[in-house]
């Protein structure tokens, strides 16, 4: 596997609380290939978010990060310490946040943050790590850009903010870049603009790209493969062709009713909902996660850990045990 | 907090039962027995536990008495104060606009103005005694009362609850009194908790600097500044009252944090 | 920026015309400053002639634009009792308490904002206690206490210092702690929560993203924008602190501004202590405008909107 960007094998993120220890993240894998993109999908607080933290290694303080395996590039980071993780950072792997307001210093030019980044990780002058900035900025569309580099995040908008963030991610060229639901805050009609920019930008570098997202529709358009996520398991993962037309978890062919599809939904029709709530994740848990909102669900569901497995060589791996035959039928 | 709290409760109780509890009348000098030092001193003896100043008059009695001018004109000040500072604050958050930029623009002003030297030279010109002292503090400190409940009440007055109630038609005043002062109301006990501690060490000072409290009213500034010249020989003047007004001012410092942290668990940082 | 400097400028303006005002106001809280000037023995004749002589007889808006006129034009009036010249006294008593002001705020600053910003990287360590722990000792500590229990601690138990007097920088050392250690244990707590707050941003998780060294995420991108409110509370400070001079200039005998008000108004010496009232309130307020000003220009979303 000469082109695999990320490996991650076993990842696991506890929160200790008051009330108990929160398995946020459980026994995750994932891998990543030379220009590919990864879309990791969840509904809010599975542990997507957790999930880039933890392979950035920039989990909050209280949370533990557990981890068999952790490869960038051919090469195990897993013991890194937090100094030579710091020399990856922004270098080999670069992370775009979701909030594009805030994530970019008020007290600095775009210029400077840019600047102290790739003088960060090259040894080059001020004047051409300016250079190399005013190109990057071009590149993400951005018109005037030595204007921009002299001005301060507040005097941009925030399509404008997220396309520096992307600059300032790319300017070292990483290996693998990890965007953590980058339009979520933003318009919709800007939205479009940012993902085709990430995804030209991607061909282009040939970087790997995980893309985490709530968006089924951005998926659809931008994935390699798709991981589903559900209270902090991945229940499904495959490539896009196989989640959208095949999808084989409860939880999944739950979210694809979620969805509009022009032509084939009626107007009028009520659009799907998946009934219940993500269950409490302190303590030990037994069973399937997702059982409580499954109208499928077993005893055996409840009382059976299931592994993450595929059925053949060329199909999707996922996390359930009913029969997908009486599932098509019930459904 | 308990500490604190425990603190404060006992010294108001002291305060509340001085004439039982001192030993002797707080102005009766006995010129024979002047100076006399505490008993853990080996001059000293048990008939006056904390010694004798330099009149002769007992001093645990007048540290005793000296909590009621202490606690009357820091609870006093702070009423007052109160009053003038919540009035402003509340007001100002409330109505916004017009109201809000004049008590912005009276508490930069009164913030402008230096207090101690203030509360001094009104206390030279008026002359000095305890309901001086009392007014006149109260009419300077009301500056934290005014800027935290027009901060406070500005928050409130923005949430969905307020503007329901101003929806469906309740008057100001009804808003003012049912919606908005609940909700203020923890913040103000903190803010009283801080300006009577503030007004205790300013009376003291003033009492100090001899134009607050006159004597022989056993104020615990005036009982250092009385003990100071003979500090080098006696140090236990100053440091009985002092270590008092400390641990009074502390007391209450920490049960106001403590109701802070109760109240507003999310702003204890 | 040049919009906002005139409109706090305007602001500072008129809030020094109005404490102008209550400073003059405060002359005539007493009954009649006449009778004060004189003083107690004087007969009714000599009261009368010195109420013409100073004008107390007009009406006091007429007498209040006539001082502030004068006032403007740097003439503060003749003190009762040195007989000189009001802004000639306390332009040779200033430097003492600037130089006392100045050091006293330094050595808050330089002793709470490390502090802080040490109590903030580590929350609920050993120093974030002990930062909270002296922070509330140092609210309760009434200032003329501690400024006698270090004269006899340090001047007379162990004679380390002098206890009064101007001469030397070691006179200094005693009346800077003192003045000083009393702003400390705020400008301690808005620099740790502010640096807590920064620390939890976003924008500090994408320094570090980016693989900023810790030493650059924490005094660049954090400080730089936590300092920004502190900047302001340090201004306020030292305006108080000036204020807060008068108690320990008469306790260590600096013969400082704080020195003359105690000395004046103990005198019944009005027009000083007038004027003492107008100059400190006035150094509050470009002090403060000062700081307005600089505060927007370290923060950039001010300095250009």
């Given amino acids: ?331 | 907090m308990i500490i604190g709290s425990v603190i404060v409760i006992t010294v108001i109780a002291i305060a509340l039962l001085a004439p039982l509890m001192a030993p002797h009348d707080p102005y009766h000098q006995d010129l024979m027995r002047r100076l006399v030092p505490p008993v853990w001193d080996s001059r000293g003896s048990w008939e006056h536990i904390l010694g004798t100043d330099h009149l002769g008059r007992d001093y645990l009695s007048r540290l005793i008495y000296g909590a009621r001018i202490s606690l009357l004109i820091g609870i006093g000040a702070a009423v007052i104060s109160g009053i003038i500072g919540t009035f402003m604050g509340v007001m100002a958050g409330y109505f916004g606009g017009r109201v809000d930029m004049v008590v912005t623009f009276l508490i930069t002003v009164r913030l402008s103005m230096p207090v101690v030297l203030v509360a001094l030279a009104v206390v030279a010109i008026v002359g000095g005694s305890l309901q001086v002292v009392v007014t006149v503090l109260g009419l300077l400190l009301w500056d934290r009362f005014a800027v935290v409940m027009r901060s406070s009440t500005l928050q409130i007055r923005s949430m969905d609850y307020v503007a329901a109630a101003r929806a469906v038609g309740c008057s100001t005043s009804r808003v003012l009194i049912a919606e908005v002062m609940p909700n203020v109301v923890n913040n103000l006990i903190v803010i009283t908790t801080i300006e009577i501690a503030h007004a205790i060490i300013l009376e003291a000072a003033l009492s100090f600097l001899g134009l607050g409290v006159q004597p022989p009213l056993p104020s615990w500034g005036l009982m250092v500044s009385e003990g100071k010249d003979m500090m080098l020989f006696e140090p236990w003047l100053i440091t009985i009252p002092g270590v008092a007004l400390f641990m009074l001012v502390l007391a209450i410092n920490l049960m106001g944090d403590g109701v802070r942290d109760i109240t507003a668990p999310e702003n204890r940082n | 920026m040049l919009f906002y400097t005139l409109k706090r400028f305007g602001l500072a303006s008129l809030v020094a015309l109005t404490v102008s005002f209550i400073s003059f106001g405060l002359l005539y809280l007493s009954s009649d400053p006449a009778i004060a000037m004189a003083g107690e023995t004087a007969s009714d004749a000599d009261i009368e002639a010195i109420r013409k002589l100073y004008g107390f007889d007009r009406p006091i808006l007429v007498q209040y634009f006539d001082w502030l006129q004068r006032a403007i034009g740097g003439d503060l009036g003749k003190s009762y009792y040195f007989r000189t010249n009001v802004s000639a006294l306390i332009g040779e008593r200033l430097p003492t308490t600037m130089m006392l002001g100045v050091s006293a705020i330094t050595f808050a600053i330089l002793f709470s904002v490390p502090l802080g910003v040490a109590a903030a990287i580590r929350p609920n360590s050993i120093i974030d206690r002990v930062a909270l722990f002296l922070s509330v000792m140092g609210q309760a500590l009434p200032s003329f206490w501690f400024a006698l229990m270090l004269i006899v601690l340090l001047s007379v138990n162990m004679r380390l210092l002098p206890t009064s007097g101007s001469d030397t920088w070691l006179h200094f050392v005693m009346p800077t702690v003192v003045l000083g250690y009393y702003a400390a244990p705020a400008i301690m707590r808005l620099t740790r929560t502010g640096m807590l707050e920064v620390l939890s941003t976003d924008y500090i998780r994408t320094a570090r993203a980016k693989g900023l060294r810790p030493v650059v995420v924490l005094f660049k991108h954090a400080l730089r924008n936590a300092i920004i409110p502190v900047v302001s509370l340090a201004a306020v400070q030292f305006g108080f602190m000036l204020g807060g001079s008068i108690v320990v200039e008469t306790i260590f005998a600096l013969h400082g501004a704080g020195f003359l008000a105690w000395e004046s108004i103990t005198r019944n010496d009005l027009p000083t202590v007038q004027g003492l009232i107008l100059v400190f309130s006035l150094f509050y307020i470009v002090l403060t405008f000062f700081a307005d000003l600089l505060n927007a220009w370290l923060d950039p979303r001010i300095r250009i909107s």
Avoid: W
């Avoid at chain 1, 980058?182 to 603009?193: G, K, R, S």
């Avoid at chain 1, 896009?240 to 095949?246: D, H, L, R, W």
């Fill in chain 1, 1 to 331: 596997m000469p082109d695999r960007v990320l490996e991650v094998k076993n990842l696991s993120v506890d929160i200790p609380l008051a009330e108990g220890v929160l398995h946020a993240v459980d026994d995750l894998n994932i891998h990543v290939d030379k220009g590919e993109t990864l879309c990791i999908v969840g509904e809010s607080g599975c542990g997507k978010s957790l999930t880039s933290l933890a392979i950035m290694d920039l989990l909050p303080k209280k949370a533990i990060r557990k981890l068999h395996q952790l490869d960038l590039a051919g090469t195990s980071i897993l013991d890194y310490s937090e100094k030579q993780m710091s020399d990856i950072r922004g270098n080999k792997m670069g992370m775009i946040f979701q909030e594009p307001m805030t994530s970019l210093n008020p007290a600095f030019t775009i210029g400077n943050q840019m600047v102290e980044t790739l003088q960060r990780h090259r040894n080059i002058s001020g004047e051409n790590a300016k250079k190399t900035a005013l190109i990057m900025l071009e590149k993400v569309g951005i018109t005037a850009a030595d204007q921009r580099l002299k001005q301060y995040p507040h005097q941009l908008s925030g399509g404008l903010r997220q396309r520096v963030m992307i600059a300032m991610t790319l300017l070292c060229e990483p290996e693998l870049i990890i965007a953590d639901e980058p339009t979520t805050a933003l318009d919709v009609t800007i939205q479009a603009q940012i993902l085709l920019l990430l995804k030209e930008l991607q061909s282009e570098y040939e970087m790997g790209l995980i893309l985490i997202t709530h968006d089924l529709g951005v998926v659809a358009r931008i994935a390699t493969r798709v991981a589903v996520m559900y209270a902090g398991q991945i229940v499904e993962e495959g490539t896009v062709q196989q989640i959208f037309e095949n999808p084989m978890h409860p939880y999944t062919r739950g979210l694809m009713r979620c969805i509009p599809v022009p032509g084939k939904t009626k107007p009028g029709e009520p659009l799907g909902s998946i009934p219940g709530m993500v269950p409490s994740l302190i303590g030990e848990f037994t069973g399937c996660r997702f059982a409580d909102r499954c109208s499928h669900a077993t005893d055996t569901c409840r009382s059976l850990n299931v592994n993450l497995r595929a059925e053949e060589e060329n199909t999707q791996a996922y996390r359930c045990i009913i029969d997908p035959k009486t599932m098509a039928k019930v459904a």
